[in-house]
């Protein structure tokens, strides 16, 4: 199996759209084909960025696509269930038992609850995970009632995971309308993710730097 054949996998199509209607009536922000295609896409960046090959890329893309699909089990330790589930799915394609294990190690550490970044695919799905805070992920229309997750990813108007050309530093650039969300919003639920992303950035032999409004904080 391929990244592109996962993609297309009508029961895997299933279990990511039923986890987001599950975070839907928890009132999670959005976590559907958006926000894994996205996170895929930043993984495959990083990884190829830094010279990993294209066997490497594939299996994070994999790991990106399916990481959250145990929130179809229960949001808490969705990491782990989502990498039992992915165990059983990718076991029986053609994939190699140590690419599946791969896939399923990333997965199942990705949370920043528990998760460490135990090898290269792990720690390119972390940072693409938490860096994926934007405007668009906001489901609730009403500003009135906004939570302070809701807030913070609405101030997000612009947000950029990028490697330097000497490839020693990975920034996460965001630019916040400060109207809906302080800094001290965003740290208040997001500093454990930010220090999540520099200990995978220093797996992959990176400095992980956060800047906000071209202000540098981490």
Same mark, same amino acid.
């Not at 592109?4 to 599950?22: C, G, M, T, V, W």
């Not at 990993?52 to 299996?59: M, N």
């Not at 799905?125 to 992920?137: G, N, T």
């Given at each position: ?6 993609r297309k ?27 894994v ?19 490497q ?5 994999m $790991?990106?696509?399916?990481?959250? =699909? &145990? #929130? ?5 330790e ?5 990498? /039992?589930? %992915? ?7 053609d994939l190699?038992?140590?690419?599946? $294990?791969?896939?399923v190690?990333? =997965? &199942? #550490? ?11 695919? /792990?720690a %390119?799905?972390?940072l ?17 009632t ?5 807030r913070?990813?609405?101030?997000v ?19 916040v309308?400060?109207?809906y969300?302080s800094?001290?919003?965003f ?9 999540m992303?520099?200990?995978a ?8 730097k ?9």
């Amino acid at each position: 199996m391929t990244y592109q054949e996962l993609r297309k996998d009508p029961a895997i199509h299933a279990l990511i759209q039923r986890a987001d209607e599950s975070l839907v009536a928890l009132g999670f922000t959005e976590h559907s084909f958006a926000h894994v295609g996205r996170v895929a896409d930043t993984a495959r960046y990083v990884l190829e960025t830094l010279g990993y090959d294209a066997h490497q890329v594939e299996l994070a893309q994999m $790991a990106a696509y399916l990481h959250d =699909i &145990g #929130n179809l089990v229960n949001r808490v330790e969705h990491s782990q269930s989502g990498g /039992a589930m %992915a165990f059983c799915l990718l076991q029986k394609t053609d994939l190699p038992a140590d690419d599946v $294990a791969i896939i399923v190690t990333a =997965i &199942g #550490n990705h949370d920043e609850g528990t998760g460490v970044p135990v090898n290269p695919v /792990a720690a %390119a799905l972390i940072l693409a995970d938490k860096s994926d805070v934007r405007r668009s992920r906001v489901r609730n229309a009403d500003e009135t009632t906004f939570d302070i997750h809701d807030r913070v990813n609405y101030s997000v108007e612009r947000s950029n995971l990028v490697i330097d050309e000497a490839h020693t530093t990975i920034t996460l650039e965001l630019t916040v309308d400060t109207h809906y969300s302080s800094v001290m919003d965003f740290f208040e639920i997001f500093l454990q993710r930010m220090i999540m992303c520099r200990k995978a950035a220093e797996h992959l032999g990176l400095c992980f730097k956060l800047t906000i409004n071209e202000q540098s904080l981490m």
